[in-house]
Nanobody, 117 residues
Framework: QGYLAESGGGVVLAGGSLRLSCLAS????????MQWYRQAPGKERESVAY???????FYSDSVLGRFTISRDNTKNMVYLEMSNLKPAATAVYFC???????????WGTGTLVTVSS
């Protein structure tokens, strides 16, 4: 059993920055692929960025160059640094932990980011 807890959401003006954090209370955190998703009102869930256990990082085209995902395995934390935020980034941001063999997956409850124009 384990759980994830996101924090750091809030209201920010367009062009501003925020840093989201996710604390993962799971064993062997270092072995998990960690991902940030977001879901805007009335829209489907969208993958934003993920970081693999070997620290390789991947981003959606919509955030490439403006968002940075990172992890600290000593603290069981994953972060999402967001800059030059646009109103379209308004969404609930979720943290996800995924392990392939045996399959394990954990979700957080999300943190709301609101970007005002």
């Amino acid at each position: 059993q384990g759980y994830l807890a996101e924090s750091g959401g809030g209201v920010v003006l367009a062009g501003g920055s925020l840093r989201l954090s996710c604390l993962a209370s799971i064993e062997n955190f270092y072995a998990y692929e960690m991902q940030w998703y977001r879901q805007a009102p009335g829209k489907e869930r969208e993958s934003v960025a993920y970081i693999k256990s070997d620290f390789r990082r991947f981003y959606s085209d919509s955030v490439l160059g403006r968002f940075t995902i990172s992890r600290d395995n000593t603290k069981n934390m994953v972060y999402l640094e967001m800059s030059n935020l646009k109103p379209a980034a308004t969404a609930v941001y979720f943290c996800d932990a995924d392990f392939s063999t045996p399959p394990r997956n954990y979700w957080g409850t999300g943190t709301l980011v609101t970007v005002s124009s």
